[in-house]
């Protein structure tokens, strides 16, 4: 398969209600290939690294303590169009306006706990599949 790339992390809520299983069931039936994934527990400090672009929001500081609180699962995925394809898998960041079907809608608690990430552009997959996988680690 030659498609585009993109980035996914399953937020520490979903790991902890033991969803990883079922997310990633649905997001290899979606036609997506898994080029790289570990899973891994952020310190404080690499949370606030990956999210430093939010750093002067108001929530900044509760999304790194969150994103630090536990196991999260990171990993890189390809298909064709791979990051609109996964942002309408996932649904709206807030579950409740998430469209049936959707990860979100499926496993998400709230706005602040929605269970996955997803890239938002081909030039922030890039980034941040790089910031967690090394050329070493894609497969």
Do not use: W
């Not at 290899?28 to 672009?53: P, W």
């Not at 999304?63 to 064709?80: D, Q, R």
């Amino acid at each position: 398969m030659a498609g585009t790339l993109t980035f996914t992390m399953i937020k520490p809520d979903a790991v902890s209600k033991n969803y990883t299983g079922a997310i990633l069931q649905q997001i290899c039936e979606a036609g997506f290939r898994i080029v790289a994934m570990k899973q891994l527990h952020l310190s404080a400090a690499k949370a606030g690294e990956f999210y430093a672009v939010h750093k002067e929001r108001p929530f900044y500081g509760e999304l790194v303590e969150f994103m630090s609180s536990g196991h999260i699962v990171a990993a890189i995925l390809e298909k064709e169009n791979a990051v609109e394809s996964f942002r309408k898998l996932i649904g709206a960041t807030n579950p409740a306006n998430a469209e049936e079907g959707t990860i979100r809608k499926r496993f998400a608690e709230s706005l602040g706990k929605n269970a996955i990430h997803g890239s938002d552009s081909d030039e922030n997959a890039a980034i941040e599949g790089n910031f967690f996988f090394s050329g070493l680690e894609r497969f």
